[in-house]
Every structure is written in structure tokens, then in C-alpha cells.
């Protein structure tokens, strides 16, 4: 058949037998026109085919299908959110959302968190704090903002917070542009404690106070643990009125030893965060 084709439309190209087994697997896939005008038409075949290759289920594909149209996915990072399951992640937190924010904020702000957050482009050692997570993701900004998805606009990092003749300092300061809301990001290098939704409810109604402006929504608060314990979390945020949500992340896999000398240090990420701040 592609020989076939090929003499009969000799200015055409695209008739090779693998690139005409990829239209039959299409068109078994979809048999729904519709569905293809008015939906896979807006991502290229490039994309269309990494779907049919990586995924099975017609509702996995379709919710790929739409999260990259709305995220403006390149292929190769449709294939990484695929590889990493974006979609089993997405909206997982632990959150008292559904209590906190009126309909469709809370189903919105629920749609921005996820359970695990995926920071495969980091590897710390087993001796790193907090800062030095923070700083990692803060070099890595790009990838980290893809990870916490659409929306997201970055505010700053150990962002200072007056309040009596005290001063507090949030890890990491987001807005987020379709809820119209700040974001605050708290990190930590160990399990989930109750206390953790203590000091967020605290920095919520300090950011409420000095920094929303009345026309922006309720601030919203994401703490990322490497563990959790999830029925302690939903007891943790049972009695409070500002919205929560509890997360866990992954960093990459720990290197072998012997490879760990080409890991950058510390100080060389503290160093190269210094020069991409000055460049800017």
C-alpha cells in the first residue's frame, strides 16, 4: 500500500509503511470525528502519536490531549508529564479546600496542587536543610515552575514578613494569576508535622493582611514534605479556616558514589543562583 501511494501521489510525502500503521492506530483510536476536529486537530501528529504510544486508556489520552493544549506542552514534555504520571498526581494533596474556599475557587485551587510533586531535575544528599532545596529549586526555576504548572508567577524567596518587632521569612512566594491569589510554599527535608499547619496559618493571615489586595481571593498554602502521614494531615488541618494543602515531593535518585564528583555542590549552586541573579 505505501508503494501504492507513493506512485499515485508522487508529491506527497509521509506514505512510509510505519507512518501508515501510525494513521490505522489513529484511526482506531479515535473513530470519533468530532472528537478529532474539534480537539486533536490542535496539537501536532507528533504529539497525537506520543500519546497513542504511551497511553491506552481513551480518558488518559483525552486529559493529555487537553492539558497540553492548555499548557502549551512541547512532545518532549508531554512525555515527560506522561512518564511521570501528571494525571494519577494531579489535584492529590491533602487540603481542606472544599471547607475553606467557595465554589469554583476551591475546585481551582484544588486543580493546581498535586501529590507527589516531581523534582527529578534535583539531586540533594542526605545531609542537605531546607535552604539548600530551596536554593536548588530556585536555579532550576524553569523546570520548577513546570512541575507547579500554568499560572504560576513567582514572586520571591525568603520573602521578609514585619510583623511586630519581629521578622518572618516564606521559603517560596507565588501569585497565581487564574485564581487571583498569593501561593506560599513552605518546604521541609522531613515527614509532615502538625505544627507545619500552625506556622502556614499564621503566614496566610499575615499575607492576607499586608499583601492582598482587595480584589485578590484568599491566599492559599501549599507545605511539601518528603513524607506524610495522611491521616495525621487531615487532622492537622480539620479546625482551620485559611486553605491548606499538604504534599509530598520526590528528588532524583541518589547517584553512585563514584559518580557523586560530578554532582554540583552546594556552594556551586549557591554560586551559580548569585550570578543569575546579578545577570538580571
Known sequence: MAADLKRAFPDMKGFSPRNLKYMRA????????AIVQAV??????YHNLAI??????????IWYVKATIQHGWSRNVLVHQIES???????KAVANFDRTLPAPQSDLARDITKDPYNFDFLTLGDDAH???LERGLLVHLRQFLLELGVGFAFVGSQYRLAVGDQEFYIDLLFYHLK?????????????????????????????????RHPDDQPSIGLILCKTKDRFV?????RD???????????????????????????????????TAEASS
Do not use: C
Request: a negative charge; glycine letters at 6%.
Open 26 to 33: 489513529f484511526a482506531e483510536a479515535w473513530p470519533d470525528e
Open 40 to 45: 486533536l486537530a490542535q496539537i501536532t501528529w
Open 52 to 61: 497513542l504510544e504511551k497511553l491506552s486508556a481513551p480518558e488518559d489520552r
Open 85 to 91: 504520571g501528571r494525571l494519577h498526581r494531579q489535584g
Open 130 to 132: 531546607e535552604r539548600d
Open 179 to 211: 485564581l487571583r491569589a498569593y501561593v506560599v510554599i513552605d518546604l521541609k527535608m522531613r515527614a509532615f508535622e502538625p505544627e507545619f499547619a500552625g506556622k502556614m496559618n499564621f503566614y496566610l493571615s499575615v499575607v492576607n493582611d499586608l499583601l
Open 233 to 237: 494531615a487531615e487532622y492537622s488541618l
Open 240 to 274: 482551620f479556616n485559611k486553605p491548606i494543602g499538604i504534599s509530598e515531593y520526590r528528588l532524583a535518585e541518589s547517584l553512585p558514589e563514584k559518580l557523586k564528583g560530578s554532582l554540583p555542590t552546594i556552594e556551586e549552586l549557591e554560586s551559580e543562583l548569585g
